[in-house]
C-alpha cells in the first residue's frame, strides 16, 4: 500500500487532513502552532483511493524539541512513495516554506501542493501567489469544511491504483494484531520504552515531562505474532491539568486505553505506585483490559527489597479486585527485564481470552456452595444458585442463574471471583460475573394451557 506523508509548517492543517483523509478524529488538532510532534499514520480512503497516510510535526524556527521534531518528518519524508506539501493560504508564503520546497525538491519523490484554508474569496489571490514556488499543480483546499477533495482526488490518482472492491478475506484473531497501550504519568519513560522494544528511535523523548501528545501506533511483531504497540502521553489528576492540549493529550491517552487489549502501566521506580498509578491501573480493571504493571528506571535503585514490598502491600489493599497482577522491573534505558515484559503481556493475553466450558465451571460452583453456603433470603432459605455459564471472553465473563439474584451480596460474587481465579488459574486478569434471574420453562406453557380453557 502507497504512504502518502502530510509535510509543511507549524498550523498550516496538516492533522486536520489527516482526520479528513482517515475519516477519525486521531490527531489532536487545536490553533496553538507545534501540536504534533511525533509522526502519525492511518488508513485513508479518498473515494477509491486507499493508502497509508502520515501526519507529521511541523517545519517551525530551530530549538532542540524543533529539531527532533523536524527529524522525525524527515524520517517520513524517506518513508513515503508520495508527498502532500501543505501550506497556509491566509499567511501568504513564509520563508519557512521555501525551506521546505527546497528540502521537497532534494527527495526527489512525487509531490502534491495544498494551500490549505482557502475556503474564501479572500484567499484566492494568496493562493496564485504560491505558483512562484514551482510546484506543477498547486491545489486550494479546506481541511476543515472539505473543500477541493475532489482536486486533491485528481492530483493522487496519478500516483495511486484505485481500489477494485474485491470482497477481501476475513481476517482471523490469530492473523489480527494485538493492541497493546503504554500508559503512565508524564514522564515514566513510555516513549523511551517503545524505542527499546522495536529497537529504533521512532517517538521523541527528552527529560521534560509532556513530550508526547497524540496517541501513537507503532506496527511491530514479537515471536512472529503481530503487534501495535501505542505510546500515549503521560495522565496527570484532572485537578492539575490548566493546559488545553494537555487534556486534549489525556483524551486520546484515554481513548486508546479503552481501545487496546493489554495495557502497560509504566511507573517511576522513584515513586511507585501513588494514588494516581493506583487510579490509573483501576481504570485498565474497570474497562476489562488485560494489566501488566512495569516499574521502571529499575537499574538506578540500590535498595530494592523495601520498594518489592511496598508495591506488592499497594497493589494487596488498593487493588482488590484483581489478585496477582503481574509486576515486572525493568529499564527502558537499558533494555533489562523488556523480554519477560512481552513474555507476561502474552501470557496475560492469553488468560484474558480463556474460555471454560460449562461442566467444570458448575462442579466449581458446587463445590464453592458447600464450602461456603449462600446468605439466606427473607424465606429463611438459602439463595440457590442454579448453574453457572461463561458468557464471553476478553475478559472471562460468567453468568450465574438464580431464583433470588437480586438478593446475593457483593460480597459473596469476590468470594466466588476469587475462587474462579485461583481453581481456572485466571491470576491477573479482570472478571466479570452477572447474576440473572432463570425464567420458568413451563411458564408459557402454562399460560398457554390457560388460554385455552
Not at 138 to 150: D, K, M, R, T, V
Not at 381 to 400: D, G, M, V
Request: charge should be positive.
Amino acid at each position: 500500500m502507497k504512504k502518502v506523508a502530510l509535510i509543511g509548517r507549524t498550523n498550516v492543517g496538516k492533522s486536520t487532513l489527516f482526520n479528513r483523509l482517515t475519516g477519525s478524529k486521531e490527531a489532536i488538532v487545536h490553533n496553538l502552532a507545534g501540536v504534533t510532534r511525533d509522526r502519525k499514520e492511518g488508513l485513508a480512503h479518498l473515494f477509491d483511493l486507499e493508502f497509508t497516510c502520515i501526519d507529521t510535526a511541523g517545519l517551525e524556527d530551530k530549538s532542540s524539541l524543533a529539531d527532533a521534531m523536524w527529524k522525525q518528518s524527515l524520517e517520513a519524508i524517506k518513508e513515503a512513495d508520495i508527498l502532500i506539501a501543505v501550506f497556509d493560504a491566509r499567511e501568504g508564503i513564509h520563508p519557512l516554506d521555501k525551506q521546505l520546497v527546497k528540502t521537497l525538491r532534494k527527495s526527489d519523490k512525487p509531490c502534491v501542493m495544498v494551500i490549505n484554508k482557502a475556503e474564501s474569496f479572500k484567499t484566492q489571490d494568496a493562493v496564485r501567489s504560491f505558483s512562484e514556488l514551482a510546484f506543477e499543480r498547486p491545489i486550494a483546499l479546506s481541511a476543515e469544511h472539505a473543500l477541493g477533495i475532489e482536486d486533491l482526488y485528481d492530483a493522487l490518482k496519478e500516483y495511486i491504483e484505485p481500489e477494485s472492491f474485491e470482497e477481501k478475506a476475513e481476517v482471523t484473531d490469530e492473523e489480527r494484531a494485538i493492541k497493546i497501550a503504554i500508559i503512565g504519568r508524564p514522564n515514566a519513560g513510555k516513549s523511551t520504552l517503545i524505542n527499546k522494544i522495536i529497537g529504533k528511535d521512532r517517538l521523541l523523548t527528552g527529560a521534560e515531562a509532556g513530550v508526547t501528545r497524540d496517541a501513537i501506533e507503532i506496527p511491530w511483531s514479537y515471536k512472529d505474532r503481530k503487534v501495535i504497540l501505542v505510546d500515549t502521553a503521560g495522565i496527570r489528576k484532572n485537578m492539575k491539568i490548566i493546559n488545553p492540549l494537555e487534556k486534549l493529550a489525556k483524551g486520546d491517552a484515554e481513548k486508546a486505553l479503552n481501545y487496546a487489549q493489554i495495557v502497560i502501566l509504566t511507573i517511576d521506580a522513584a515513586s511507585p505506585l501513588d494514588k494516581q498509578d493506583l487510579l490509573l491501573a483501576s481504570q485498565v480493571i474497570n474497562e476489562g483490559r488485560g494489566l501488566v504493571i512495569a516499574i521502571n528506571k529499575w537499574d538506578t535503585v540500590r535498595n530494592p527489597a523495601p520498594i518489592i514490598e511496598h508495591i506488592k502491600d499497594k497493589l494487596e489493599s488498593s487493588l482488590q479486585q484483581v489478585k496477582g497482577l503481574p509486576i515486572v522491573y525493568i529499564s527502558a534505558k537499558t533494555g533489562k527485564g523488556l523480554r519477560e515484559l512481552m513474555d507476561k503481556v502474552f501470557e496475560i493475553y492469553s488468560l484474558w481470552n480463556k474460555r471454560i466450558s460449562t461442566n467444570p465451571l458448575n462442579r466449581f460452583l458446587q463445590k464453592k456452595v458447600e464450602s461456603h453456603p449462600t446468605p439466606l433470603a427473607r424465606n429463611g432459605r438459602h439463595i440457590n444458585l442454579k448453574y453457572i455459564t461463561q458468557a464471553k471472553t476478553r475478559p472471562p465473563t460468567f453468568i450465574i442463574f438464580s431464583s433470588n439474584p437480586d438478593k446475593l451480596p457483593e460480597s459473596y460474587l469476590r468470594y466466588l471471583s476469587n475462587g474462579l481465579r485461583e481453581t481456572f488459574k485466571l491470576a491477573g486478569v479482570p472478571i466479570r460475573i452477572f447474576v440473572r434471574k432463570r425464567e420458568n420453562p413451563f411458564a408459557n406453557e402454562a399460560v398457554k394451557r390457560g388460554k385455552r380453557k
